[in-house]
T-cell receptor, first 115, second 113 residues
Framework: NAGVTQTPKFQVLKTGQSMTLQCAQD?????MYWYRQDPGMGLRLIYY???????DKGEVPNGYNVSRLNKREFSLRLESAAPSQTSVYFC??????????????FGPGTRLLVL | GNSVTQMEGPVTLSEEAFLTINCTYT??????LFWYVQYPGEGLQLLLK?????DKGSNKGFEATYRKETTSFHLEKGSVQVSDSAVYFC????????????FGPGTRLSVLP
């Protein structure tokens, strides 16, 4: 049981390049999330998907797009990378989007450096 | 809006020392409170949680009590081990408030043998 997996683990981009971060979970969870982690700021939600077929913006969605490909997979795309997007990106999943009580399970993270 | 404040550290302790990591929050209603732990090179893992005032969450020797009167959820452990070295995140989630957790900045703990 792998839980939440993310690829790649590390990526270097030049400004203006595009890339897609992949996330998959094998826990049959309905809800999936993308966060970024920056020093001194904790985690901030970029986008989330309450269930297959739906996506919604989080706190910091600008510069990103997402696709909920199926129940297992939730990808994050940077169309034109900027240095401000240098960060560590975490994908998470939870059984259902029940605010206040659900536990989120996190992947190991993708470290992205934009030059 | 909702927010979480916690001591950023780093906190350095000797093995078997007592640990306290302070966490205070601001919320519009009645949130659930969480502590997550991140070991080196890994994602976050839920350590413990409390869903209402005066609840005590506990796991692996760690405890935190939901104090509504002081809007706090301090993490404590009586005797830390080297294996507890990690980054600890306090977080809240408020029912009907929105779609997301709010995380604190994290506190790095280093335990020396």
């Amino acid at each position: 049981n792998a839980g939440v997996t993310q690829t790649p683990k590390f990526q270097v981009l030049k400004t203006g390049q595009s890339m897609t971060l992949q996330c998959a979970q094998d826990m049959n969870h309905n809800s999936m999330y993308w966060y970024r982690q920056d020093p001194g700021m904790g985690l901030r939600l970029i986008y989330y998907s309450a269930s297959e077929g739906t996506t919604d913006k989080g706190e910091v969605p600008n510069g990103y797009n997402v696709s909920r490909l199926n129940k297992r997979e939730f990808s994050l795309r940077l169309e034109s990378a900027a240095p401000s997007q240098t960060s560590v990106y975490f994908c998470a999943s939870s059984e259902a989007l029940v605010f206040g009580v659900e536990t989120q399970y996190f992947g190991p993270g993708t470290r992205l450096l934009v030059l | 809006g909702n927010s979480v404040t916690q001591m950023e550290g780093p906190v350095t302790l000797s093995e078997e020392a007592f640990l306290t990591i302070n966490c205070t929050y601001t919320a519009t209603g009645y949130p659930s409170l969480f502590w997550y732990v991140q070991y080196p090179g890994e994602g976050l893992q839920l350590l413990l949680k409390a869903t209402k005032a005066d609840d005590k969450g506990s796991n692996k020797g760690f405890e935190a009590t939901y104090r509504k009167e002081t809007t706090s959820f301090h993490l404590e452990k009586g005797s830390v081990q080297v294996s507890d070295s990690a980054v600890y995140f306090c977080a809240l989630s408020e029912k009907n408030y929105g779609q997301n957790f709010v995380f604190g900045p994290g506190t790095r703990l280093s335990v020396l043998p």
